[in-house]
């Protein structure tokens, strides 16, 4: 039997994930383009492409002594630093700027299509863990078929 036990890099994408699937449960009109585009105007949104989630993630993690609450494992080093740079390369790709779209023709701007791609990957990426360690259950988004 494989573990379930989630990688700690799909953390964010997993938190990414749950809030797209808040915003099509109250917009069921809404479909995955659409609900990922809301989602970036969100106050998670806001709160991960700040660095904000990490830096708080690292604070309580560093009060553990790097200790995982759920295994009581330590966490190594490597997983530490891979997380950083999931954290730099997350506020890189999803730089907020007031006003992301053109004002006449509405297509998005390299930026905020650069955000939607970033934000897209990291949810397939949950989805296909979900496959992987089959747990179908949670796969609402279906971006992965």
Known sequence: MRSIEKPYVL????????????????????????????FIGSE?????????????WFQKLKKNKYIDPKTKKEIPEETIRLLQVQKDMTIKQLIKFPDLYFAKSHY???????????????????????????????IILNLTD
């Open 11 to 38: 953390i964010v994408a997993e938190l990414i994930y749950l809030e797209i699937c808040k915003i099509k449960k109250k917009n069921p009109y809404l479909n995955n383009v659409d609900a990922i585009e809301a």
């Open 44 to 56: 998670t949104y806001v709160y991960i492409s700040s660095g904000k989630f990490h830096d708080e």
């Open 108 to 138: 998005p701007l390299e930026l905020s299509q650069r955000a939607f791609d970033h934000l897209w990957r990291m949810c397939e990426s949950y989805e296909l863990w979900c496959k992987e360690t089959d747990q179908k259950k949670l």
